[in-house]
């Protein structure tokens, strides 16, 4: 699996080289530091392997590294970012979730 990373978007290529996955996040208008995690999705042949899971590690790798701050709209982040209290320094304070 490879993955490929754009601005906004971090995608996952198999070994053939087919998508089969991504998760989206745009930056949020007039806040060059923010983004939104957006959605992720694999598509259903990349289903039940952790891929989803991987993707949102990757994005919050991203995020870190960038100091970006997240807003969350994707459910699936969003329970991820609920399971990982080390992914909550992302969210503006008024964003966290209860620890």
């Known amino acids: 699996m490879q993955f490929v990373t754009e601005p906004h978007r971090i995608s996952a290529i198999d070994d053939n080289g087919k998508w089969v996955g991504d998760i989206s996040f745009p930056p949020v208008a007039g806040y060059p530091d923010h983004v939104v995690a957006e959605r992720v999705f694999v598509a259903p042949e990349g289903r039940g392997h952790g891929l989803a899971a991987e993707l949102t590690k990757r ?11 997240v807003k969350l709209m994707c459910p699936y982040v969003k329970a991820a970012f609920r399971d990982h209290p ?7 304070p008024e964003d966290r979730f209860n620890q």
């Open 86 to 92: 080390e992914y909550q320094d992302l969210l503006l």
């Open 59 to 69: 994005f919050v790798d991203y995020a870190h590294e960038r100091h970006l701050t």
